[in-house]
């Protein structure tokens, strides 16, 4: 059979080894090319990369939209884990450009242990009854600290229907030099698509809900050039023989311990939260980006 322009291979072979290559080059690029695509699609996930800070939108009565816009050199993200009793670390944490904290975490009291300093604070829609219940300290004493809040858009909608989302423009209102934001609905869902990506697995259809841990460090992500965590364990902490017992947070000393929690959480099947999967995760992308876990460390 003919081959380039009617040249036959004998022919070819006769007049030029350089030919002779270029031939077998163009008769091996297609396999080349199969291969390449077969690989792409069935290796290892995408390496996570920032998506930038849009997916954060204040809430602000009468203001046209507006994006946070906060950016660190170093941050120190600190979790709410009974990890960080007698740490006595408060002092290093304090030192870091931007201090991240979750939820209704409190400084207070804690301060030798966890810092006194909260530059950010990324709070769960479960968690805004309990910092409206103390909002003199989370709204007017704490006025420099930055507020994300995420959850689903049922409770987060801007139609007068989310019941959440009101509740957060009253505050917005009352204190209108406090930074509150809001993820997105587009945001979220980017999260979720993270989270699938990650574990092959549709978070809505195994029933879980992603922690704010999750979007806590998605968060980091996005902001910080690196990243410190402190007291968050890995995701083979529970299962070591010797790993210690501690409360699940590290202000409620007489509720569960936490490995118990997580074991509860990761396997129940419907609302719970996929701590232990999660942990997994973070030592991937830690693996991509400066992210270095103290108080325990972590061996990547």
């Known amino acids: 059979m003919a081959l380039c322009s009617g040249v036959s291979p004998k022919g070819l072979g006769m007049k030029s080894p350089m030919l002779r290559w270029l031939l077998l080059l163009s008769l091996s690029l297609p396999l080349l090319f199969w291969v390449a695509h077969v690989i792409t699609r069935d290796g290892p996930s995408p390496v996570l990369q920032s998506s930038g800070l849009r997916g954060y939108v204040r809430i602000s009565p009468g203001r046209m939209e507006q994006f946070l816009d906060k950016h660190c050199n170093q941050c120190a993200l600190v979790s709410s884990s009974g990890q960080m009793l007698r740490a006595g670390i408060g002092d290093e944490i304090d030192k870091f450009d931007c201090v ?50 995420w959850g689903p858009d049922r409770n987060m909608r801007q139609d007068g229907k989310g019941r959440i989302f009101n509740t957060l423009l009253k505050i917005a209102k009352k204190y209108p030099d406090v930074k509150i934001y809001t993820v997105t609905r587009e945001k979220i869902q980017y999260c979720d698509g993270v989270f699938q990506n990650e574990t092959g697995k549709n978070r809505m259809k195994t029933g879980a809900f992603l922690s704010t841990g999750f979007f806590t460090m998605i968060l980091a992500i996005d902001m910080c050039e690196s990243i410190h965590v402190y007291g968050m364990i890995d995701d083979n902490y529970c299962s070591r023989a010797n790993h210690s017992v501690v409360p699940y947070h590290y202000y409620e000393q007489n509720r569960v311990n936490e490995c118990r929690m997580y074991k509860v959480h990761e396997h129940t099947k419907r609302g719970g939260h996929r701590f232990i999967t999660e942990k997994a995760i973070y030592a991937r992308w830690a693996t991509h980006h400066k992210i270095k876990f103290k108080h325990p460390s972590w061996s990547l």
Do not use: C
């Open 100 to 149: 991240i904290r979750m939820n209704n975490a409190p400084t207070d009291g804690f301060e030798r242990d966890v810092g006194s300093r909260t530059s950010v604070r990324v709070v769960s829609h479960t968690s805004v009854p309990l910092l409206v219940k103390n909002e003199r300290y989370y709204f007017q004493q704490s006025a420099d600290t930055t507020y994300v809040f």
